[in-house]
């Protein structure tokens, strides 16, 4: 661990810490974890319930005929919830993770669907735990095509921290060599399945710029010292995930970073602690705390530090710095060009496509892999050759369906018990190209149960995410084709922005304070000891998943911070 200093200077005052992190997710834990290690007293300021790991996960070992429904959601409960009951995760084992829709309410003005877990991990807990790195295809790309403003950060700058949070969380994956896809600190890779060896060999032979490859994903396919000393075992391949893992075999703040953050004695979490605002002192030109209102008696409290990250999750980060406005800044926090809530950003998960595809009879695969592989972005790479801009990474697996089968009873069981045909799917994660027309704001009179104002989502698609499903559902289509698949099947989901779950921007990094909200070290340009580093941080989307780039970028501020700190610049 680093060296401890000892920043509190208010230690006799209850509510006075060295560092405030808002939001216990996968980058609060990280900020926790990493402020802590460098002797900060660290508040982490969480708007849910407390989650204890093992033990409040209450259906991780529970099986399908022990619930109720068996699993399935209640007409009632679809009904109540239009927008949290669309995500894939959300059903009978684990709908008390997510935020039901009347519970925080919020304004769409064009569809937008707000998946949202609070509790202390946030949706760590549920995360599809899919880890890709970045490189400088994605932090280069909006210099070189034009579009949104220019990373003021390289591959070369967050290489050795992706390198620290990688050894530390536990990554599972193989080195590929592939230029756009940086390699990693892996543990052993998953396994192709047998129909996959086969797809994968035929692929690779005829696609010279495309490669078929093994997943990259946050588990522990082995055990490494650092994991034994966090507490973890090694991943079951059970798949039931979302759940709470009881073996921390994938990374999660409750399994990992905020366990660590406690054992230093340096952290102190506050759950049920609905963030208000970032208190601003004019005279001193900086942040000082967070004003909070107690979730359940609606009581407000502050709370003081000397410097605060803000990790709350994309689109409630921007409504905190929205809404904490001052004479200084009317528009909320460091908004001095009307840049903050604007570029607003997702993936695009719209297309779909499913094959049969002959395999071994002889071979049972249902499959409990907890991971997709990967076909990684084969588009306007080195030169713009499409007539959209980016381009995507496709996921893609096979596996042996259970036998179909009608009618009840002992025939029917059994019939069932038998292995059917084998099929494959492809699906896309395109990059989305920001614009200041996809943005969030305040709305001027509605207030949320807190006596907040109501978030207003206007984000839609584009021509250029129009465009891009079209080239992906034409190449998938090919792709499957050329590895084996038949009877191809294509499908545009037309799901609203958001059910991704990869919200970015908002707040966004850049060079130049003109056109963009946070320096090069995650610090607000007009307010430097006020840091963002959750997905609202995103200069661009990229095509990868962003969650490791989240937890990289988070240690790396939290270090500049301590390191600033130290030498007395904030």
Not at 81 to 95: G, I, M, R, T
Not at 115 to 138: A, N
Not at 220 to 226: A, G, Y
Not at 309 to 321: E, G, P, Q, R, T
Request: net charge neutral.
């Amino acid at each position: 661990m680093p060296d401890p200093i000892s920043l509190n200077l208010k230690s006799g005052d209850q509510h006075s810490y060295d560092a405030i992190v808002i939001g216990s997710g996968i980058s609060g834990g990280w900020a926790a974890k990493e402020l802590c290690d460098h002797g900060m007293k660290t508040l982490l300021l969480e708007r849910g319930k407390n989650v204890v790991h093992k033990k409040d996960y209450p259906t991780s070992v529970k099986h399908p005929w022990e619930f109720e429904h068996r699993l399935q959601l209640t007409r009632k409960i679809v009904d109540e919830n239009p927008v949290v009951s669309k995500c894939y995760a959300f059903d009978e084992s684990a709908q008390h993770f997510f935020v039901k829709d009347k519970e925080h309410p919020y304004v769409q003005e064009k569809p937008f669907d707000w998946i949202r877990g609070y509790q202390v991990g946030g949706k760590s807990l549920m995360w599809g735990r899919e880890t890709q790195r970045w490189s400088d295809f994605e932090f280069g790309g909006p210099d070189r095509d034009g579009f949104a403003t220019d990373w003021p950060i390289r591959y070369k700058d967050l290489a050795p921290w992706y390198s620290h949070v990688e050894i530390f969380a536990g990554i599972s994956g193989n080195r590929d060599g592939i230029e756009n896809l940086p390699d990693g600190e892996f543990l052993q890779p998953w396994a192709f399945n047998c129909v996959e060896e086969t797809m994968r060999d035929l692929f690779n032979a005829h696609y010279k710029e495309r490669r078929m490859i093994v997943g990259r994903c946050a588990h522990l396919t082995e055990l490494k010292e650092i994991h034994i000393k966090q507490g973890r075992g090694k991943c079951q391949a059970r798949n039931i995930c979302h759940r709470g893992c009881p073996f921390g075999g994938y990374f999660s703040s409750n399994s990992s970073t905020l366990p660590w953050a406690m054992a230093t004695g340096n952290l102190t979490i506050q759950p049920d602690a609905v963030v208000h605002s970032i208190i601003y002192d004019e005279a001193k030109g900086k942040a000082t705390g967070v004003r909070v209102i107690d979730a359940q008696t609606k009581e407000t409290t502050e709370y003081f530090a000397r410097i605060i990250f803000v990790n709350a999750s994309c689109l409630n980060s921007n409504l905190i710095l929205l809404n904490s406005t001052s004479r200084r800044f009317p528009g909320g926090l460091g908004n001095d060009h009307g840049i903050l809530g604007r570029y607003l950003a997702f993936q695009n998960y719209r297309g779909m496509i499913t094959a049969d595809i002959d395999g071994p009879s002889d071979k049972y695969y249902y499959g409990r892999r907890p991971l997709a592989m990967l076909i990684p972005s084969f588009r306007n790479l080195r030169k713009q050759e499409m007539d959209f801009q980016r381009g995507y990474i496709t996921f893609w697996a096979a596996g042996r369906n259970r036998a179909e089968a009608e009618g009840m009873g002992a025939g029917y069981k059994d019939a069932i018990t038998e292995a059917g045909n084998w099929s494959a799917y492809m699906s896309m994660q395109g990059e989305v190209i920001p614009t200041a027309g996809n943005h969030v704001r305040l709305h001027p009179d509605l207030k949320d149960p807190w006596g907040i104002p109501q978030l207003v989502t206007s984000v839609d698609y584009t021509d250029n995410d129009e465009k891009m499903v079209k080239d992906f559902l034409q190449q998938s289509a090919e792709m499957l084709e050329v590895s084996g698949g038949k009877n191809i099947r294509l499908s545009d989901l037309k799901w609203s922005p958001g059910l991704d779950i990869h919200e970015m921007g908002g707040c966004r990094m850049g060079k130049d304070p003109k056109t963009s909200m946070l320096n090069g070290n995650n610090q607000l340009h007009a307010c430097r000891n006020v840091f963002v580093t959750d997905g609202a941080c995103m200069t661009s989307t990229g095509n990868q998943n962003p969650s490791l780039t989240y937890m990289a970028l988070t240690a790396r501020a939290a270090s500049i911070a301590v390191d600033q700190l130290k030498k007395g610049e904030l």
